[in-house]
């Protein structure tokens, strides 16, 4: 997964960088143009969107976004908590809105809901990599042709690694993302799931998907 926060607080904004990069790729800028720029040149999953910056409004940035035809979620963080803002900023099309000052936990959770209830509007229910094709709806999964069983754990594993294919994945982001309560699972769990995963995937193919990356975690190239 890659995040694009535009904030011009810069203290704010590297804290939200640190924290987040342990679970997904963050670029920053500090400048509502230099998020624009960075917006139209990169492909992201989600936009962290400051209200005010100091060389545009944060709703004309959202606008002009929307209007590009960037339909990735929207997140507004700022210090305006008024109900005449919130409206403002969802109508020009923000998907979440969240009030300064806050955890980055909290964050780390809307941003979490709001990807789950994003999937469904801004992902394709069909994925193809290499021979493989995932049907979300369906839940199904085939590899040169052949229907591959998976346990609903291995499919959700499956499909999380597919939607942010070519990205190292931590065992710890897999687990913040797949599991209902991440604290209680360890690297061990997730490893386990991975070997599952690529017996069904990839032991009978020559081309295996599913890369380690010692020390990181894994994984799913296409």
Same mark, same amino acid.
């Given at each position: ?116 209830? %994003? ?11 290499? @021979? ?11 590899? %040169?042709?052949?229907? /591959? ?33 991440? %604290?209680?699972?360890? %690297? ?10 690529? @017996?069904? /995937? ?21």
């Amino acid at each position: 997964m890659r995040a694009l926060l535009v904030d011009d607080e810069k203290n704010f904004a590297d804290a939200v960088k640190e924290y987040l990069g342990q679970y997904m790729v963050m670029d920053v800028a500090y400048k509502g143009s230099d998020g624009e720029y960075l917006a139209h040149i990169n492909e992201y999953d989600l936009i962290i969107l400051d209200y005010v910056l100091p060389d545009t409004n944060g709703l004309e940035l959202c606008l002009k976004l929307r209007r590009a035809n960037i339909r990735v979620p929207i997140l507004f963080v700022t210090v305006r908590y008024g109900i005449r803002d919130k409206v403002a900023a969802l109508d020009a099309g923000a998907d979440d809105y969240i009030v300064k000052p806050f955890s980055v936990k909290e964050l780390h959770a809307r941003i979490r809901a709001l990807m789950r209830r %994003s999937s469904n509007v801004y992902n394709d229910d069909i994925f193809f990599i290499d @021979d493989v094709k995932l049907n979300v709806t369906k839940r199904s999964v085939t590899r %040169s042709n052949k229907e /591959i069983t998976l346990r609903r754990k291995e499919f959700d594993l499956l499909e999380y690694m597919i939607r942010n294919q070519n990205y190292v994945l931590s065992r710890t982001t897999l687990a913040q993302n797949l599991w209902e309560n991440p %604290s209680s699972i360890n %690297s061990n769990t997730i490893d386990v799931h991975i070997k599952y995963l690529r @017996d069904k /995937i990839d032991k009978n193919s020559s081309v295996k998907l599913i890369k380690t990356v010692h020390g990181i975690g894994y994984k799913i190239v296409g």
